[in-house]
């Protein structure tokens, strides 16, 4: 069989460059070791998150990627929720770097309001009143459920008749356009992704070596439903959160946060946990998450990890039912210094990869964009692309 484009790989990454693709009449065919996808695209908090990334073309392509996210939930019948997010301040210099990022320049394209204690209960009645400075809120954020999502984009896609999915369907070789699986079979196609995520080191293991990659674990726990009238409502952020992602670097008070954290919490900072909490929509709440490293990463969850997710999240919410029914990890791979990573590592074949915990935020825009580049697939080469 012969193909316009295969995609190694079924995770958001994989899924997006073949919807992609098969809008614009392409034939694809996704090829997936596992009888589904069992990746961190559905590991993780369902948050589309354009607070998180910097401004210029991450923040563009982060707000690029929401309204693909609403286009394909209508495609593939799943609910994409605008639910927004409130960072929630419990000290003084958490409330400073908000108020540092929400008066940048660096925060002009998002829909921001710094509140008060009293404005932030209003928004979020789940937060902890306890030392509580104030917080900030964004409309911008969205949310779907993973493992919902994941699965409708699936089915939507088995159903199109230029889309194959070849599920438990190891790939053992690809070369020249041709494609291998460990049975023997064999496929053709003019253009080749892969787009493996943490599981990279089956094809082309060299080449992703090249790009120093770093392999990152995740702890995430769910809870019971909640109270049929309890509702979250806005993702919830803490504090701790603005450590993690790169778009607050550019507040001045973050490194004061960074240095309380690290001279009273180090034990945060040695499992890189930050809390985070967003609702499913059976009433259960989402917690996380922690990231463990390279050679620290071992195949065991850390109990102390998971006591001390617990442990923040109680600091800033109040959750009627705390008894936790799922315990996971998720695993990705991030670049060392870029977003992502769009490479051509052989003649017609891309490895696209690297999005660290982004994947749910970019991969949609990310992918639209390396299928704009092959609107003749059979003679464009996609130019080299991260930041």
Same mark, same amino acid.
């Given at each position: 069989? %012969?193909?316009?484009? /295969?995609?190694?790989?079924? !995770?958001? =990454? +994989?899924?997006?460059?073949?919807?992609?693709?098969? &809008?614009?009449?392409?034939?694809?065919?996704?090829?997936?070791?596992?009888?589904?996808?069992?990746?961190?695209?559905?590991?993780?908090?369902?948050?589309?998150?354009?607070?998180?990334?910097?401004?210029?073309?991450?923040?563009?392509?982060?707000?690029?990627?929401?309204?693909?996210?609403?286009?394909?939930?209508?495609?593939?019948?799943?609910?994409?929720?605008?639910?927004?997010?409130?960072?929630?301040?419990?000290?003084?210099?958490?409330?400073?770097?908000?108020?540092?990022?929400?008066?940048?320049?660096?925060?002009?394209?998002?829909?921001?309001?710094?509140?008060?204690?009293?404005?932030?209960? %209003?928004?979020?009645? /789940?937060?902890?009143?306890? !030392?509580? =400075? +104030?917080?900030?809120?964004?409309?911008?954020?969205? &949310?779907?459920?993973?493992?919902?999502?994941?699965?409708?984009?699936?089915?939507?896609?088995?159903?199109?008749?230029?889309?194959?999915?070849?599920?438990?369907?190891?790939?053992?070789?690809?070369?020249?356009?041709?494609?291998?699986?460990?049975?023997?079979?064999?496929?053709?196609?003019?253009?080749?992704?892969?787009?493996?995520?943490?599981?990279?080191?089956?094809?082309?293991?060299?080449?992703?070596?090249?790009?120093?990659?770093?392999?990152?674990?995740?702890?995430?726990?769910?809870?019971?439903?909640?109270?049929?009238?309890?509702?979250?409502?806005?993702?919830?952020?803490?504090?701790?959160?603005?450590?993690?992602?790169?778009?607050?670097?550019?507040?001045?008070?973050?490194?004061?946060?960074?240095?309380?954290?690290?001279?009273?919490?180090?034990?945060?900072?040695?499992?890189?946990?930050?809390?985070?909490?967003?609702?499913?929509?059976?009433?259960?709440?989402?917690?996380?998450?922690?990231?463990?490293?390279?050679?620290?990463?071992?195949?065991?969850?850390?109990?102390?990890?998971?006591?001390?997710?617990?442990?923040?999240?109680?600091?800033?919410?109040?959750?009627?039912?705390?008894?936790?029914?799922?315990?996971?990890?998720?695993?990705?791979?991030?670049?060392?210094?870029?977003?992502?990573?769009?490479?051509?590592?052989?003649?017609?074949?891309?490895?696209?990869?690297?999005?660290?915990?982004?994947?749910?935020?970019?991969?949609?825009?990310?992918?639209?964009?390396?299928?704009?580049?092959?609107?003749?697939?059979?003679?464009?080469?996609?130019?080299?692309?991260?930041?």
């Amino acid at each position: 069989m %012969q193909y316009d484009l /295969a995609i190694i790989g079924s !995770g958001i =990454v +994989g899924l997006g460059h073949a919807w992609a693709a098969a &809008r614009r009449g392409y034939s694809v065919a996704i090829f997936e070791a596992n009888p589904r996808p069992e990746g961190a695209s559905i590991r993780n908090f369902g948050m589309i998150w354009p607070i998180g990334q910097p401004a210029g073309s991450a923040r563009e392509l982060s707000l690029r990627n929401q309204q693909l996210w609403r286009e394909l939930g209508k495609a593939a019948d799943f609910p994409v929720e605008t639910c927004g997010s409130v960072f929630l301040a419990h000290y003084e210099d958490e409330m400073q770097v908000l108020k540092e990022f929400a008066g940048s320049a660096c925060s002009r394209d998002l829909d921001l309001k710094l509140l008060s204690p009293a404005e932030t209960l %209003q928004h979020l009645p /789940a937060a902890n009143p306890n !030392g509580l =400075v +104030g917080g900030l809120y964004s409309r911008t954020e969205c &949310r779907v459920h993973p493992p919902t999502a994941i699965t409708s984009i699936v089915s939507c896609l088995s159903d199109l008749p230029n889309v194959d999915l070849h599920f438990e369907t190891p790939v053992v070789r690809v070369h020249d356009g041709s494609i291998q699986s460990v049975e023997g079979k064999s496929w053709s196609a003019d253009r080749v992704v892969i787009a493996s995520g943490a599981y990279f080191k089956h094809l082309f293991p060299k080449q992703h070596r090249d790009q120093q990659f770093k392999i990152c674990k995740l702890q995430m726990m769910l809870t019971v439903p909640q109270p049929e009238q309890w509702k979250l409502g806005p993702h919830m952020a803490s504090g701790l959160t603005l450590r993690h992602y790169s778009a607050f670097d550019i507040c001045p008070t973050l490194t004061q946060v960074r240095q309380r954290v690290a001279t009273t919490m180090p034990e945060l900072d040695r499992y890189g946990i930050h809390v985070m909490a967003s609702s499913t929509p059976n009433g259960e709440l989402i917690l996380g998450d922690s990231h463990e490293y390279g050679d620290d990463i071992e195949p065991f969850d850390k109990e102390e990890i998971d006591q001390l997710i617990l442990r923040e999240i109680h600091k800033v919410l109040q959750i009627p039912q705390t008894s936790i029914a799922r315990r996971w990890a998720g695993i990705y791979a991030k670049h060392p210094q870029a977003m992502y990573c769009v490479k051509e590592i052989k003649p017609r074949t891309y490895l696209v990869n690297g999005f660290g915990g982004n994947g749910m935020t970019l991969s949609l825009a990310v992918s639209e964009s390396v299928i704009e580049q092959l609107e003749d697939i059979k003679n464009l080469e996609i130019p080299e692309n991260s930041f």
